[in-house]
Each structure stands twice: as structure tokens, then as C-alpha cells.
């Protein structure tokens, strides 16, 4: 035999075999179950800020305005609702959530939804089933936080699960600018 070539094939025999494919098996479950696992936290966080999203954006059945902030206790700021034009649907206090504190007097544009028009959970309330909701750009960015934290969240699980290290590292990124643009505009 000439240098180079190789040689005769090597049998492997039928243990070694099954061993091979049952390790690739395995492999291939390990990547599957990976792949649900960061499918899901995505579409819980897409899902969630969708929802949001709606909120601060349709402007159909919510009454916009503005809430004029009295005091902020941390993650809530509460004040008196203004709507747009002075129509019907003005508020003594309200509730909007404001992770970042702000001044008194402050105006942060609102929306106010009604208990039936509503989906349930939101950002505020005014104690009558009403959610108010902040919006703009600073609203819509922060109803897409659940998004930023469950791209946070899936980032070590494509890394370690699905070993897509770059996909992860930008996953993870895109989630931490995304969290900063946020409390940035707030």
C-alpha cells in the first residue's frame, strides 16, 4: 500500500454501532428540546408585548389624555386624567406604572381603557376596573420589555442547548439595548 491511501475498511461491530446511535439520538433530542425551550420563552415574550403593544397604540375604545403626576411610590406614579379636547372620561386619580420615578407636574401621555375593552392585566388602574396605559414612544417600548427579557432569558439556552453562540450573544444583546432604550425614554 502507497502512502496516502487508506487502508482496508474497519468494521465496527454492532455494539459500537448501536452505541453511535443511540449517543446521536440522544444529541438530537438535546437540540429538539432545546429548540421548544427557547421557541416558547420567545413567543411568551412576543406574545406578552403584543398584547401591550395594542394597548398603547390602538386608539380605538380607549380614551387618550394625559395623567399629571402627584406622587410616584416607586413603580407606580398616580395623579388626575386629563383626556384629549376636554371630553368625557376625565379621572380624579389614576395609576399608570413608571418604573422610573418622575417630578411632580410631570404629564405622561396616557390611555385609558375601560374594564370591558381591556385585556385583563395592564400597567395601571384607576380602582374601577379601568387600566390606564402609557403611550408614545416610551409606552410601546416598554410594553415590548417582556420581549427584551425573554430574549435575555433564551439567550443561554440557544448558547448551551442549541451551541449557536453568535445567535445567542446577539439574542442577549438585542435584549440588554432593548431594556436600556426603555428605561432611557422613561
Not at 375604545?61 to 386629563?82: K, S
Amino acid at each position: 500500500m502507497s502512502p496516502g491511501f487508506p487502508g482496508p475498511p474497519v468494521r465496527r461491530g454492532p455494539v459500537r454501532r448501536a452505541g453511535e446511535s443511540a449517543y446521536g439520538l440522544l444529541l438530537l433530542a438535546r437540540a429538539a428540546l432545546m429548540g421548544v425551550v427557547a421557541t416558547v420563552l420567545l413567543m411568551a415574550g412576543v406574545w406578552t408585548s403584543l398584547d401591550g403593544t395594542r394597548q398603547a397604540v390602538a386608539g380605538r375604545g380607549a380614551v387618550r389624555g394625559t395623567v399629571t403626576v402627584e406622587e410616584c411610590d416607586g413603580w407606580t406614579c398616580t395623579g388626575p386624567f386629563a383626556p384629549e379636547g376636554g371630553g368625557a372620561g376625565a379621572r380624579a386619580r389614576v395609576a399608570v406604572d413608571a418604573p422610573v420615578s418622575h417630578e411632580a407636574g410631570e404629564r405622561i401621555p396616557a390611555a385609558l381603557w375601560p374594564a370591558s375593552g381591556g385585556t385583563g392585566g395592564g400597567e395601571g388602574g384607576t380602582g374601577g376596573g379601568e387600566t390606564v396605559v402609557r403611550t408614545g414612544t416610551a409606552g410601546v417600548l416598554y410594553a415590548w420589555l417582556p420581549l427584551a427579557g425573554s430574549l435575555v432569558l433564551a439567550s443561554p439556552v440557544i448558547a448551551g442547548g442549541l451551541r449557536m453562540r453568535r445567535t445567542a450573544w446577539a439574542a442577549g444583546l438585542l435584549g440588554v439595548a432593548l431594556t436600556g432604550a426603555v428605561f432611557a425614554l422613561l
